[in-house]
């Protein structure tokens, strides 16, 4: 840092300042130190309110980041489009900055904290130039929690303010909250990193060509630089509520999870709660909010993204959504495969990015109609007709982008459970994984027991999708649907899953399964329709629950006997219904060698169960 700059450097009594300035102690000073970093021209503090929306809109409106769309389509919703190179999360640039890189494990990126903090301190050097930085409170689940979470982040980006306002309690409330009983809270950090010189003029969509994404488990921090998406900038989320709270988790015996929350009613009224881990973008939000096609069931929607499991007094795991809002993958959402997020998004409230846009303010993505519409625009700006793809492009390039989404309040979700409210959550009767695997994985398998259940959570793998930078459709390991979301090392965190289920009675903890909505024929169709089908799958799994549908024991569970899957009324040959549930000898014999490799990445971490898990299943198979 040059004399000259020090010189002038700006104190936060030097900013003009909107909105009513915080008194809780700790966040005054971290905030007097962001100011002296990252050097903003002004400041707002957020407090939440509807005329604060309007202001920020506006803001956004004249930067020609946002356009407000039709109020009689899509009242209050507004359109955003990204900059074409920051449309999805970094893995490659996140990191978990551990004291100690053996916490950070194999499957994360590490640098020591000091270290990253001497190449951020840079970034950060008066990036908030000619910016506002933007003071947002906010509280990951329920205020009046035993334990309320609590974060302020600090952004340069008011596209980032309206969008955590859907996804979080966010404002007065949680920040008197934290105040009144001197909270903690976890300090987030996120610029843009693109500051504005004097008379320079800002683009639509800034951000950086370099992105840190950085996470300090033992501080309980977060830094964000360079991306203004979804999971990169939205640091109550991914961030926050999966890669520290995961770290909190561990050390106070909860857990943290990328997972859907869902209630299952019978035609007979009982009430079966389930939480399902999937990789991002492969049908978390989808399930959540199922229409079952088979008569008399019902769904209600408890979260689609995130779920913090604990025990309650009756020593049962509980389900609670620390989020507020459905921050969704657009492409694919229609009134047939997902009509209750389609009556979420139709009330309006919402904020859509990288969709296609309407001549006349409303949105359009595929799949959400038959038909392509004519004359739109798209996710880039250009001229775009189903007939002809974008002007001066390609016939198949798309008008959304496959990672577009739309961002939603909860409490418009018209089934939204009344459970959401409770500050307990509800009690899980069932934990889902899944994956989208072309082959080997059946439509549905319950394990043995926990130990077990572990191990298939473990083991679970997917075809990478759109929701992350690189490559799609390689097949990777993913545990638990958690791969980038574990705040620490990879082993550590199947221990504690193993160490969850030994402080429960086997009888009181969730049944587990394993579930592939995406097993494909040698056409390469899926074989199994999906959506509201998968309706028929939840009955089983309540059925097993309550130990009543018949199921065959395989070397990898047990898979629905024949007759005891509910395929009344479905459109589906004998023969690809049987191809999808069964259990295939040959593509088991060639994965078990797989999930070998896999678990040597562990290191002598591993945990011991897993390591049984896998002998019986080698045994099993026959590769022993
Ligand atoms: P994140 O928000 O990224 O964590 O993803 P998610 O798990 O909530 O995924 P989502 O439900 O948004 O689904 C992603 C994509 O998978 C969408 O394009 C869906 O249309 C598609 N999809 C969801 N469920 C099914 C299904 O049962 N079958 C098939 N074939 N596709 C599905
Ligand atoms: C995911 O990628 O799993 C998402 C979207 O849910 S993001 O918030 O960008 O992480
Ligand atoms: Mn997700």
Redesign the pocket.
């Known amino acids: 840092m040059s004399i000259a700059t020090q010189v002038h450097r700006k104190t936060r009594a030097d900013l003009p300042a909107t909105g009513t300035a915080p008194t809780h102690p700790r966040l005054v000073a971290w905030l007097d130190e962001v100011v002296d970093l990252c050097q903003p021209d002004a400041i707002h503090y957020c407090d939440g309110s509807d005329e604060e929306y309007e202001q920020l809109v506006t803001v956004l409106e004249e930067a020609g980041t946002v356009v407000r769309l039709n109020d009689e389509k899509l009242p209050n919703s507004i359109y955003a489009r990204t900059d074409p190179d920051d449309v ?2 970094v893995e490659d640039q996140t990191f978990i900055c551990s004291e100690d890189e053996r916490n950070a494990g194999p499957t994360n990126n590490w640098m020591a904290p000091a270290e990253m903090k001497r190449v951020m301190t840079k970034l950060y050097d008066g990036c908030m130039k000619g910016r506002t930085m933007y003071v947002i409170p906010f509280c990951m689940g329920h205020i009046d929690a035993k334990d309320p979470k609590f974060g302020v982040e600090v952004s340069d980006s008011a596209y980032v303010a309206l969008s955590m306002r859907i996804m979080t309690r966010m404002g007065v409330e949680p920040l008197k909250a934290m105040t009144d009983t001197d909270a903690d809270f976890v300090p987030c950090l996120h610029s843009v990193g693109m500051p504005l010189e004097e008379g320079e003029r800002d683009v639509a969509w800034p951000c950086s060509e370099t992105k840190y994404i950085v996470h300090f488990p033992d501080e309980r921090m977060i830094w964000s630089y360079g991306s203004g ?4 900038s ?1 640091l109550g ?2 961030c926050y509520s999966l890669r520290i709270a995961s770290v909190m988790a561990r050390d106070e015996g909860w857990m943290a999870e ?1 997972m859907l929350i869902l209630r299952l009613i019978s035609p007979e009224g009982r009430k079966y709660h389930i939480v399902a881990a999937f ?3 492969c049908g978390k939000t989808n399930l959540a909010m199922l229409e079952p096609t088979i008569p008399g069931w019902k769904v209600e929607t408890l979260g689609d ?1 995130i779920a913090w499991l604990r025990f309650g007094d009756d020593g049962r795991l509980y389900a609670t959504n620390p989020e507020t809002g459905f ?1 969704g993958v657009a492409p694919g959402t229609s009134y047939e495969t997902n009509p209750n997020a389609m009556r979420t998004i139709a009330k309006g409230n919402s904020i859509f990015t990288n969709v296609g846009l309407t001549r006349d303010g409303d949105v359009w993505w595929e799949g959400m109609t038959k038909d392509k519409p004519e004359d739109i625009l798209d996710w880039k700006g250009r001229p775009w007709s189903g007939s002809t793809g974008p002007q001066g492009g390609r016939k198949d390039e798309k008008a959304a982008h496959p ?1 577009s ?1 739309f961002c939603t309040p909860i409490e418009q979700c018209p089934i939204l459970a009344d459970d959401y409210h409770n500050p307990q959550g509800v009690p899980i009767d069932a934990i889902v994984f899944g994956g989208r695997r072309e082959n080997t994985i059946p439509l549905v398998t319950q394990s043995r027991n926990w130990k077990h259940g572990v191990f298939m959570g473990a083991t679970c793998s997917s075809e990478t999708t759109a ?2 930078k690189g490559a799609v459709g390689v097949l990777r390991r993913d545990p638990m649907a958690m791969l ?1 979301f574990i705040g620490y090392h990879v082993a550590d965190y199947c221990q504690h899953w193993i160490n969850i289920g030994k402080k429960a009675d086997e009888a009181k903890l969730p049944k587990v399964f394993y579930v592939n909505w995406f097993r494909r024929d040698d056409d390469g169709r899926f074989m199994w329709p999906g959506f509201g089908e998968n309706s028929r799958v939840l009955k089983w799994i309540a059925e097993r629950v309550d130990g009543r549908a018949e199921a065959v024991e395989t070397p990898i569970g047990f898979i629905p006997a024949a007759g005891s899957l509910d395929v009344e009324g479905l459109d589906l040959p004998e023969e690809d219904l049987r191809a999808v549930v069964s259990y295939s000898p040959q593509e088991w014999h060639d994965e078990v060698p797989r999930i070998g490799r896999w678990f040597d990445t562990f290191g002598w971490r591993l945990p011991r169960e897993l390591v049984d898990e896998l002998r019986n299943l080698e045994v099993a198979v026959g590769r022993a």
């Not at 998406?229 to 990169?232: A, D, E, K, R, S």
């Open positions: 999805a999360r998406y979804g999971g990169n939205l989320k991914k990328h990789p991002s973008a993204d921050f990672n989404r929701a992350a980038p």
